[in-house]
């Protein structure tokens, strides 16, 4: 009997690659992405609590919970991994755009029109961003996440984005509001979990997120009017505390790059196919997250689309500018524009 147990054990040890046989017990904690969506429910947390542990043959376990778990709104996630309060972290991008605009330079309104195309454009920045995000910010950038489509809800009728003018738009980062505030509107900044309230009361007469997000948190309930046109994407990043990271042992930071790089590629195949399944359950379906919102469609037209690119070049990428200062803009048009062939003049 003793003779089998010591032979499974030596089993088990030689099926382990030789880095997590070699690597030392780690523990830590993560702040995941907002808890009710699926790419933390589908992707994250199994991430952590199973895909991990099991890659590093239990040398590392994770305590992970989102955000909307912990008391947090979204906008301060980023400050904290700075700051070293928190260890390693998932958040929107744009959440805090407004105090660190290289945070949107790749999700801006109308820069790019799918997740692929998204994908693709982070990933040419990404040298730039880490970069940017270590010498500045203290923080090591682990990977992207997105989510899809990000699109216009409303409480009463509309025939085109033009119809905002005048109404309150919920809009998520400054290029968002810069292009509420275009089109006449009024942008106002309210956490995810508190918009369908505000929909219900009248807070807001509209607000923008994820296609698929939305119905999810039931926004449908309040609002009976959406538009198919992506405004942004929610790009997101994994991040960790430089200090912190600095701190692991190479053999965890090894296995960690590369299975976030999984990770990474795992969600945005998950996000491309979200837009549709959203639109679709907001609506008449099929929807196989549930039943079908009911929602009305209202279709875009060509003049929804070249009011989307006016606001670009008239006030989007200008206010990207401002915001962001020279050497920055300078930067974005040597790597961003350059890849998209955009230059801010």
């Not at 965890?252 to 969600?267: F, H, M, P, R, W």
Request: with cysteine; hydrophobic share 45%.
């Amino acid at each position: 009997m003793t003779h089998r147990i010591l032979t499974s054990a030596l089993l088990a040890s030689l099926a382990l690659p030789a880095v997590a046989q070699d690597m030392p017990e780690t523990e830590f904690n993560v702040v995941g992405s907002i808890g009710t969506l699926s790419m933390y429910t589908a992707k994250e947390l199994p991430f952590w609590t199973t895909e991990i542990p099991e890659a590093s043959g239990g040398k590392i376990k994770v305590q992970v919970k989102p955000f909307t778990e912990l008391g947090f709104k979204g906008g301060e996630i980023f400050r904290l991994v700075s700051n070293g309060t928190l260890q390693m972290a998932t958040t929107v991008l744009a959440y805090n755009s407004g105090e660190v605009p290289t945070n949107e330079a790749t999700d801006l309104v109308g820069l790019v029109g799918s997740v692929g195309q998204l994908h693709e454009v982070a990933d040419s920045f990404r040298p730039t961003y880490a970069d940017f995000l270590e010498t500045q910010h203290n923080i090591k950038l682990l990977g992207y996440g997105t989510y899809q489509a990000q699109v216009i809800y409303c409480r009463d009728e509309f025939t085109s984005i033009a119809d905002l003018k005048g109404r309150k738009v919920r809009a998520s980062g400054a290029s968002q509001q810069a292009f509420v505030d275009y089109l006449g509107g009024s942008p106002l900044s309210i956490a995810f979990a508190e918009v369908q309230p505000a929909l219900a009361s009248g807070v807001v007469d509209c607000a923008i997120t994820g296609a698929l997000s939305g119905y999810k948190a039931k926004w449908h309930e309040s609002a009976r009017f959406i538009s198919p046109m992506p405004v942004t994407f929610g790009l997101a990043a994994h991040l960790a505390n430089l200090d912190w990271w600095n701190g692991l042992d190479a053999s965890v930071q090894g296995l960690l790059e590369a299975e976030l790089k999984g990770l990474e590629d795992s969600i945005f195949e998950l996000a491309a196919t979200e837009t549709e399944t959203g639109l679709a359950c907001n609506t008449s379906g099929p929807c196989p997250e549930g039943e079908p919102a009911g929602m009305t469609l209202v279709a875009v037209t060509e003049e929804d689309e070249a009011l989307r690119a006016a606001a670009l070049k008239a006030v989007i990428l200008p206010a990207f500018a401002e915001r962001c200062g020279a050497d920055c803009t300078a930067t974005w048009n040597e790597t961003v524009g350059a890849f998209l062939d955009i230059t801010i003049e």
